[in-house]
């Protein structure tokens, strides 16, 4: 069975432009959460969602949105991007909603470079 | 403030020692994981712990969840140059629903 699945690997945008990250969780997931991992430090917590529902955000300006499709898939958009922006955006999956007992598996990951 | 802190940010050690990383908070958290991340990949869950003073052992690797659910440990016993990567501690805290991480630990093993 395929892993948690990403799309694109690697992207370099300039400021100011948008940018729209895709994301396959593992077949039978129902859970989908992003992370923002820069250089040198852990992944922070953006989104969760959980049957096409949002069940939690973390600390990131307006900028930065998410939705769920029927699929179970989803994507991550980012507005207005800034230099600070460049980093390596982590989706994961799991069955059920995190903090539920449930592993959650994370995908390889999107490269975003803001010039 | 880093709600995990984590010792030593980087750690350079010969095939065969030791170590062991830690992870730390003020805060209480109802589960630990701890997570191997290699370059170009995401984090592969190593181990969970849920319960105050618990122990759990995955070949060489010694995980330990203090007794107060603040704070954990990683012992590598034998370290082989394989164990390269960054080790990360994240949990989720008491009433909290959004997996929190620490800022990780480098571990690279010389041959």
């Not at chain 1, 069940?55 to 939705?67: E, H, K, Q, T, V």
């Not at chain 2, 370059?39 to 010694?62: A, C, D, F, H, S």
């Not at chain 2, 440990?73 to 994240?90: E, F, K, M, N, V």
């Amino acid at each position: 069975d395929a892993g948690v699945t990403q799309s694109p690997t690697h992207l370099i945008k300039t400021r100011g432009q948008h940018v729209t990250l895709r994301c396959s969780p593992i077949s039978g997931h129902k859970s989908v959460s992003w992370y923002q991992q820069v250089l040198g430090q852990g992944p922070q917590f953006i989104f969760q969602y959980y049957e096409k529902e949002e069940r939690g955000r973390g600390n990131f300006p307006d900028r930065f949105s998410a939705r769920q499709f029927p699929n179970y898939s989803s994507e991550l958009n980012v507005n207005a991007l800034l230099l600070g922006d460049s980093a390596l955006y982590l989706c994961a999956s799991s069955p059920g909603p995190e903090n539920s007992g449930n592993t959650i598996y994370f995908g390889e990951g999107s490269w975003l470079t803001v010039v | 403030t880093q709600l995990l802190e984590q010792s030593p940010q980087f750690l350079s050690i010969q095939e065969g020692e030791n170590l062991t990383v830690y992870c730390n908070s003020s805060s209480v958290f109802s589960s630990l994981q701890w997570y191997r991340q290699e370059p170009g990949e995401g984090p592969v869950l190593l181990v969970t712990v849920v319960t105050g003073g618990e122990v759990k052992k995955l070949k060489r690797l010694t995980f330990q969840f203090g007794d107060a659910r603040k704070d954990s440990s990683l012992h590598i016993t034998a370290a082989q140059p394989g164990d390269t990567g960054l080790y990360l501690c994240a949990g989720y805290m008491e009433y909290g629903n959004k997996l929190v991480f620490g800022a990780g630990t480098i571990l690279r093993v010389k041959s």
